[in-house]
Nanobody, 125 residues
C-alpha cells in the first residue's frame, strides 16, 4: 500500500482544514487507517483512526470533539476533518495503514505497516 497525504497548510486558530490520504496498491478497503502527528522536538503521537469498514473510530483526547476521521473505500481515501484548530495542533501529519481487518486499539505506531510522507499543518494564534 502506498499512501499520499495532502491538504496541509497555514491557517489561523479557530479555522478548519481537511486532510486527505490517497492509497494505491493492495486492497485499501481491508486496512485500518490512522492519522498521527509530530510536532518539532516531540515524538510522533496518535491522532485518530478508523477501521476497515468505517464502523469504528478512535481519537486522541486532545482532538476529540474537534477532529473527525472518515473514509471512502470507493475512492481509496481517508480523511481527517480538523475543526477549531489550535496552535498546539501545529505538526506534520502522517497517515498510516494497519493490518487487514485490524481489531486493536489503533494507538501503537509499531502496529502500522505503511506510512505516507506527511503534510505540514501550521496554526497561527
Amino acid at each position: 500500500v502506498q499512501l499520499q497525504a495532502s491538504g496541509g497548510g497555514l491557517v489561523q486558530a479557530g479555522d478548519s482544514l481537511r486532510l486527505s490520504c490517497a492509497a494505491s496498491g493492495r486492497a485499501f478497503s481491508v486496512y485500518g487507517m490512522g492519522w498521527f502527528r509530530q510536532a518539532p522536538g516531540k515524538e510522533r503521537e496518535f491522532v485518530a483512526a478508523i477501521n476497515w469498514s468505517g464502523g469504528r473510530t478512535s481519537y486522541a483526547d486532545s482532538v476529540k470533539g474537534r477532529f473527525t476521521v472518515s473514509r471512502d473505500n470507493a475512492k481509496n481515501t481517508v480523511y481527517l476533518q480538523m475543526d477549531s484548530l489550535k496552535p498546539e495542533d501545529t505538526a506534520v501529519y502522517y497517515c498510516a495503514a494497519v493490518g487487514p481487518y485490524y481489531r486493536g486499539s489503533f494507538h501503537d505506531t509499531d502496529e502500522y505497516r505503511y506510512w505516507g510522507q506527511g503534510t505540514l499543518v501550521t496554526v497561527s494564534s
